[in-house]
């Protein structure tokens, strides 16, 4: 495909390759919020490729929630860390 936009980049040898992995959690919704058991920890994790688009609104939520103690804009609640088991390793 990069041929076609570039055919001397499309010649070149390929000298690595990587893949990311994507965040996501055992029930597919991004973790937002307070970090259960450690006071004053925060998480905003687990969007998998939604990141991008969802980064604003999450940005904008943890904001409210570490200075206002609570997100207004966004109703976050379903996001909830508290609502999956602890990890134990």
């Given at each position: 495909m990069i041929a076609a936009v570039c055919p001397a980049l499309g010649?070149?040898?390929?000298?690595?390759?990587?893949?990311?992995?994507?965040?996501?959690?055992m029930d597919g919704l991004p973790l937002i919020g307070c970090l259960p058991g450690v006071n004053g920890a925060f998480v905003a994790t687990g969007h998998r490729a939604w990141g991008m688009l969802n980064g604003p609104a999450?940005?904008?939520?943890?904001?409210?929630?570490?200075?206002?103690?609570?997100a207004a804009t966004v109703d976050i609640t379903p996001f909830d860390p508290a609502r999956l088991p602890a990890f134990k390793a």
């Amino acid at each position: 495909m990069i041929a076609a936009v570039c055919p001397a980049l499309g010649a070149s040898e390929v000298l690595a390759a990587q893949a990311c992995y994507h965040p996501v959690t055992m029930d597919g919704l991004p973790l937002i919020g307070c970090l259960p058991g450690v006071n004053g920890a925060f998480v905003a994790t687990g969007h998998r490729a939604w990141g991008m688009l969802n980064g604003p609104a999450t940005g904008e939520a943890m904001a409210e929630l570490i200075v206002d103690g609570a997100a207004a804009t966004v109703d976050i609640t379903p996001f909830d860390p508290a609502r999956l088991p602890a990890f134990k390793a």
